[in-house]
């Protein structure tokens, strides 16, 4: 696979194919927005679609020859919908980014308000940041998290829903680790007349699988990546229930974001969510649930401090402070010791992003390659190990050599 003779005929490409493979194999991903997708999902994405262009929906393309490529979209489609219970999706973003600003252009004017998470309280910077598009094109207000629970409070939602009267109010962050409220949101959006939309990036393979609350009926726009939970091709998704909303979205994906379709993507989008609708996904969810609680009860009894106290998504926010750590650091040592993770700041850190007081974890590639709780549970004390002796080279290198035998246990490929 990607050792694949053909790389041959490429020597530099080769190398840089071969390392990343070595580094994945035989290190831990514990960074949320990744994961290890299924040889099937590697195919479908390396596929012959790459050579396909076509724009518009399915069975309405400006270009001809696209039998296939109608039959492969409305396959990920269909499936799409099968997955979430819901009567339309959009399979084309070309990332979740993309999603959320088809869905912004879509349904909101030059200016209209949206009320998102705030990036500092782990809102995602696609919902609004100003140094993005849909930060300059829209009025963004934000929501964060009470300082004492470091839980949304809905109560703090509502009261700014009420101040700002937004078009639009966005859940869902890329660090936040509690379950959201997704009637309580539909409640204060009702009451202000807003849409509400659901990004559930994160958290998308839990909902597909029954082990976190699901956000339709309440959200009237949901959108995803692919990548992250949902264990497939690079790339994002919208889904919703009302055909009114359907042409604004459509328009909003193509050609209001976006030109034409990577066709390759979307084969590799009909390939997991075909993989997500088999009983083996709900085990894995299973897994990564059971994996990340072990991982924070096994940081929180060597001393770390929880954000929010725990994880319902499976995504973990760790506080240094008590370690006397910053993020940069902690992350760099754990580098050297064979585990990726990403420095976050936590809410109201006190300290910038480029060295915040966190850390955050998922268990998603570890749980990917088949790491149970045991393992999950070995890797916090490793984590533990190695930041309790961050310039320690020797330490380093122990934890280093003991993950790398762990990984070879649990190939990521078979084949390779
Ligand atoms: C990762 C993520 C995205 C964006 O994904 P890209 O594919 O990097 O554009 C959007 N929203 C949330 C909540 C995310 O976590």
Redesign the pocket.
């Known amino acids: 696979m990607q050792s694949s003779d053909i790389f041959v005929q490429d020597p530099e490409l080769q190398a840089a194919i071969a390392g990343e493979f070595a580094r994945q194999q035989d290190g831990i991903e514990l960074i949320a927005?990744e994961n290890i997708v299924s040889p099937l999902v590697l195919a479908a994405q390396g596929s012959v679609f790459t050579n396909k262009t076509v724009e518009g929906r399915p069975y309405a393309r400006y270009y001809g020859g696209a039998e296939f490529a109608d039959a492969v979209e409305a396959l990920a489609i269909e499936r799409a919908k099968r997955l979430f219970g819901c009567r339309f999706a959009n399979v084309q973003p070309h990332?979740?980014?993309?999603a959320?600003a088809a869905v912004f252009l879509g349904l909101l004017k030059l200016g209209d308000v949206i009320l998102s998470m705030d990036t500092a309280a782990g809102g995602?910077i696609?919902h609004g940041h100003p140094a993005t598009l849909t930060g300059r094109d829209y009025t963004i207000m934000r929501y964060g998290v009470s300082r004492q629970s470091e839980w949304i409070d809905l109560d703090d939602v509502r009261a700014l829903a009420r101040e700002h009267r937004p078009k639009m109010i966005v859940a869902?962050?890329?660090a936040y680790p509690r379950a959201l409220d997704f009637a309580g949101l539909r409640a204060i959006a009702d009451e202000v007349g807003a849409h509400l939309m659901v990004?559930m990036?994160?958290f998308a393979g839990l909902v597909a699988t029954g082990l976190h609350p699901h956000p339709f009926p309440h959200a009237h726009v949901v959108t995803s990546?692919t990548y992250?939970s949902l264990r497939g091709a690079r790339g994002?998704l919208v889904l919703w229930n009302d055909e009114a909303l359907s042409s604004k979205i459509d328009g909003g994906v193509f050609p209001g974001v976006q030109g034409s379709v990577m066709m390759h993507v979307v084969a590799a989008k009909a390939a997991c969510l075909g993989e997500a609708l088999r009983p083996e996904f709900r085990a894995y969810n299973e897994a990564v649930l059971a994996g990340a609680k072990r991982l924070a009860e096994t940081l929180d009894a060597a001393g770390f401090r929880l954000v929010a106290g725990g994880t319902d998504t499976g995504l973990i926010l760790v506080d240094l402070t008590p370690k006397g750590l910053t993020g940069d650091v902690a992350a760099k040592a754990l580098e050297k010791a064979g585990l990726a993770v990403n420095k976050n700041q936590i809410p109201f850190d006190t300290r910038p992003p480029e060295a915040p007081s966190g850390l955050r974890l998922s268990a998603n590639a570890g749980a990917a390659r088949g790491f149970g709780v045991d393992e999950f549970a070995t890797v916090g004390r490793w984590i533990a190990r190695a930041l309790d002796a961050p310039g320690d080279a020797g330490v380093l290198g122990q934890v280093r050599d003991e993950v790398r035998t762990v990984c070879r246990q649990f190939p990521i490929y078979a084949s390779c």
Do not use: P
Request: zero cysteines; hydrophobic letters at 5%; glycine letters at 24%.
């Open positions: 927005s990332s979740g980014s993309n959320n995602h696609s869902g962050g890329s990004d990036a994160h990546t992250k994002g």
